[in-house]
């Protein structure tokens, strides 16, 4: 086989050539996984039904837990964390503080370290003072579907519906305020 390239003929190696092609074809189909728009929920996401078929270990029982049984029953403040994150540190006490303000909401931390850091993470639950439920997201299946690029700390107030009614991400200065704001908008 041969290439016209202007006035001179070059020659193609057929097997090369089929190779460099099919090579080309795996990486485009490659990039389509990697970069398809991500499923997690953006600031449009308030009002929505909130993600909860997904089962995570409670930290101190062990046990797998379907985190939609949490929903229901009253308001649900999500707060996915990680144990490199210092923001979260931060944070984690004054979300304490002000669920103690509202007995019927439940507060659940869900850490989303790989499952093989488990020591660590129960090392920053003492050391931060972390006295609600904390559920482990080994493989980050909830995160994913609620953070944009696994930014933490992530905060998700969740109504008795089960849909958002606030969220956050990062840690900024009014995301206490904001959130007890939202918190009183449900009693």
């Keep these: 086989m041969t290439l016209s390239l202007s006035s001179r003929n070059v020659p193609i190696n057929k097997k090369r050539y ?3 092609f099919s090579a080309f074809i795996v990486l485009l189909l490659t990039a389509g996984v990697f970069f398809q728009p991500s499923a997690s929920l953006e600031a449009g996401a308030v009002g929505k ?3 909860g078929t997904v089962y995570l270990e409670n ?9 939609r049984k949490r929903f229901g029953k009253g308001p649900v403040i999500l707060n996915f964390w990680a144990t490199y994150c210092i923001p979260c540190a931060q ?3 004054e979300l304490q503080k002000l669920s103690r303000r509202y007995p019927k909401a439940e507060l659940l931390f869900i850490n989303i370290d790989p499952g093989r850091k488990i020591r660590k993470v129960k090392k920053k639950v003492k050391a931060w003072g972390i006295k609600d439920t904390v559920l482990l997201d080994k493989y980050q299946l909830a995160a994913k579907r609620y953070i ?6 992530a905060t998700f107030l969740i109504g008795s519906d089960g849909k958002i009614k606030y969220l956050s991400l990062g840690y900024h200065k009014t995301t206490i305020a904001n959130l007890n704001k939202a918190l009183k908008k449900l009693r």
């Design 18 to 20: 089929f190779t460099g």
């Design 49 to 51: 039904k909130a993600f």
């Design 91 to 93: 944070e984690m006490p």
């Design 59 to 67: 930290l101190a029982t062990g046990r797998r837990e379907l985190l």
């Design 148 to 153: 944009p690029g696994l930014k933490v700390p």
